[in-house]
């Protein structure tokens, strides 16, 4: 069965596409098919691959408008195993045409279904924001991976979250659940961490992962070499984070079969 995530959260800055490269690298170490579909317009998920955003010749926009199908538009990432859907400054002109189709929250959905065999992991970078691309990846997902930071901030845009989850559930992707939350940029010695971890730990128990990922050097310098830090620098703080994190997602898929 291949898992679908979505990875979100409508606050910028919160490690969505540091999390979205650097599990998809950690699972893909763990010997799991995985693809990363980049979703966002800045296509930073995509160049943190080391994939080139300016030389792709087809890319999500392609896929989202049916000029091509998902599987025309796949690259691998050049050092590590795992399968990039890429994304460009063109795929904010999808979410343009996508307004006039009909059934346009459906497009991500139909687009993957040709791909479900070929991958154990598809995880999707959402835009920070709660648009139409979005939008298309919570209904072509079974689950929402919520990376966010320990601070005041974090819980406010949470609960906006919470009722786009609802909406979704209620309307085009009954499935969709919340996976998990990440703690990201985590500083145990900070006081505002600790409270509002375990303010998290609270109100979402065991859909908390225990993995956290710290602050680290390497984590930041990594996307500059296009590189996963798995691959910059394996015995970082940041990289055995992460290979903790894919394997907690293991356990639980394996435990929830």
């Not at 998809?24 to 579909?37: H, W």
């Not at 904010?92 to 279904?113: F, P």
């Not at 919520?146 to 901030?153: F, L, R």
Request: charge should be negative; include cysteine.
């Amino acid at each position: 069965m291949t898992h679908i995530f979505a990875i979100a959260n409508q606050k910028g800055g919160v490690g969505k596409t540091t999390t979205a490269v650097n599990l998809a690298a950690s699972l893909a170490a763990t010997k799991r098919r995985v693809l990363l579909i980049d979703l966002d317009p800045q296509g930073n998920a995509t160049m943190g691959c080391g994939v080139d955003k300016y030389e792709i010749e087809r890319s999500m926009y392609d896929v989202l408008v049916s000029n091509c199908s998902a599987g025309q538009a796949l690259t691998p990432a050049p050092e590590a195993n795992f399968d990039v859907l890429p994304a460009n400054g063109d795929l904010t002109a999808a979410e343009v045409e996508l307004m006039e189709v009909t059934g346009r929250e459906q497009k991500l959905n139909n687009a993957l279904k040709a791909l479900l065999p070929d991958y154990d992991y598809i995880l999707i970078d959402c835009p920070p924001s709660l648009n139409m691309l979005t939008l298309n990846a919570l209904v072509a997902a079974q689950g929402i991976l919520i990376p966010m930071q320990c601070e005041y901030y974090a819980l406010e845009g949470l609960s906006a979250l919470m009722q786009t989850i609802t909406s979704i559930q209620s309307g085009p992707n009954p499935q969709l659940e919340i996976t998990g939350l990440i703690r990201t940029m985590y500083d145990p010695r900070n006081s505002l961490t600790k409270d509002v971890s375990d303010q998290l730990t609270e109100h979402f128990g065991d859909k908390l992962f225990t993995s956290v990922i710290p602050r680290n050097v390497r984590l930041a310098e990594a996307p500059s070499h296009g590189l996963p830090v798995l691959m910059y620098d394996k015995v970082s703080k940041g990289a055995l984070a992460y290979l903790a994190l894919a394997g907690e997602l293991n356990r639980r898929m394996t435990a929830s079969k």
